[in-house]
């Protein structure tokens, strides 16, 4: 029997939650998730999986993006890429943030060099009409690929994730990236009714999803916040803590960790945990004590290198994860990650002897 069918021999399926995997329960990834003991930290790494890979280029060539997470044998390639070659603590499932936009029939593609752009971007209330809920039969491909995944795991534990309803609203809102933020921000300001709608319709989609891949076997799962660092305290508070609690409230009784991560939040970390995560991602901004104090207790830790340090040299490499390994001595819970996602140019070996590095310093 595989390591990940059930004792009765079901397969998971749509509706109901898998039986849990004792070997993937009792790995060092999910013990720091629960902030319990650990044999080392563990590591993972945002992007691990995608053009930092020599291998993920070549299965990629000539098929696009959106295409390839639809795909689930090659989507259960590329995601266990980087599990083979580094030998990290978890795999994250390859897909990216607008996959269920896309499931759900808005007309985007992700473009290379530029990432995804909607056709028809969502300004009014009648736009958001075309925000329908998301249902397992949408992405079943999903729920396939997961199945195939988790068999083949065996004891590493599979991450699902989704697009926080803030940074999903920006792409959908902006119509493509932005680094103001300027159309999502004045419905957030201008049409407070509208923007809480458009929010809470994408908390559903958003909860749906990760709810099919936590149905589907993944042990744990990561909202992403990556743009919600260009919001104040209060308008975080009031604009986009909702939505993104009413998500981690639809999935909290899986039973799963969930982790919620955001790029220059350090002003909005003890509200990222309020919203009700189980783990709060950090990037390299704050250092992970500092963090543990915004954060309060009851709650671990992901991060929080700068992916840059790995264009600098083995030694610097170690020096400065030897850091982040300092500052988080005394956290109830660490795992160990970059700040945000492995940039597209860096060495692959630079990550495995990262690995290796943080294994070998933290072995108990
Ligand atoms: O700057 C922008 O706003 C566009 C960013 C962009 C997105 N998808 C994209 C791009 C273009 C690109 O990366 O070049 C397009 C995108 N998504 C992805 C890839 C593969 C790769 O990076 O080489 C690519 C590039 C594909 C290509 O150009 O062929 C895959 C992806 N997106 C994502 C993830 C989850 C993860 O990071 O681990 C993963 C899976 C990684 C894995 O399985 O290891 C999540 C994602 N996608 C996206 C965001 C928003 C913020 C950000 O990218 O930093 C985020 C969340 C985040 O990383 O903070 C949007």
């Given at each position: 029997m595989s390591a990940n069918a059930s004792p009765t021999g079901q397969t998971p399926t749509a509706t109901?939650?898998?039986?849990?995997?004792?070997?993937?329960?009792?790995?060092?990834?999910?013990?720091?998730c629960r902030r319990e003991p650990v044999p080392h930290t563990p590591v993972w790494f945002m992007r691990q999986a995608g053009r930092s890979l020599p291998e993920y280029r070549k299965v990629r060539e000539g098929i696009g993006m959106l295409d390839s997470c639809m795909r689930p044998e090659l989507v259960t390639e590329i995601t266990l890429q980087p599990v083979r070659r580094h030998h990290v603590d978890a795999a994250i499932y390859f897909s990216d943030i607008v996959v269920p936009l896309k499931a759900i029939g808005i007309d985007l593609d992700i473009k290379p060099g530029v990432g995804p752009v909607v056709e028809q971007p969502v300004r009014t209330r009648a736009d958001l009409a075309r925000l329908r809920d998301l249902t397992p039969e949408d992405v079943s491909y999903v729920t396939e690929a997961i199945g195939m995944l988790t068999r083949e795991l065996g004891s590493t534990p599979l991450i699902g994730f989704a697009g926080a309803p803030f940074t999903l609203a920006s792409y959908?809102?902006?119509?493509?990236?932005?680094?103001?933020?300027?159309?999502?921000?004045?419905?957030?300001?201008?049409?407070?009714?509208?923007?809480?709608?458009?929010?809470?319709?994408?908390?559903?989609?958003?909860?749906?999803?990760?709810e099919v891949q936590i149905r589907a076997g993944a042990a744990a799962v990561q909202l992403f916040d990556s743009w919600a660092g260009a919001l104040a305290p209060s308008d975080y508070r009031r604009s986009v803590?909702?939505?993104?609690?009413?998500?981690?409230?639809?999935?909290?009784?899986?039973?799963?960790?969930?982790?919620?991560?955001?790029?220059?939040?350090?002003?909005?970390l003890g509200l990222m945990g309020e919203a009700g995560a189980d783990v709060v991602g950090v990037d390299w901004r704050v250092p992970l004590d500092e963090a543990a104090r915004r954060v309060g207790p009851g709650k671990a830790l992901q991060g929080n290198l700068d992916p840059t340090v790995l264009f600098a040299g083995r030694e610097a490499v170690e020096t400065k994860a030897r850091e982040v390994l300092d500052t988080a001595a005394g956290l109830e819970g660490h795992v160990f990650n970059l700040g945000h996602g492995v940039m597209p140019s860096t060495d692959p070996d630079a990550l495995t002897r990262l690995v290796e590095y943080v294994?070998?310093?933290?072995a108990r």
């Open positions: 109901s939650d898998p039986v849990k995997n004792d070997a993937v329960e009792d790995s060092a990834f999910l013990k720091a959908l809102v902006e119509g493509g990236p932005s680094r103001t933020y300027e159309n999502a921000k004045a419905m957030m300001y201008g049409d407070p009714g509208l923007w809480a709608d458009l929010l809470d319709r994408l908390a559903d989609i958003t909860a749906a999803f990760l803590l909702p939505a993104s609690a009413k998500v981690f409230r639809k999935v909290a009784g899986h039973g799963v960790p969930r982790i919620h991560f955001g790029v220059g939040t350090g002003e909005l294994h070998t310093q933290t």
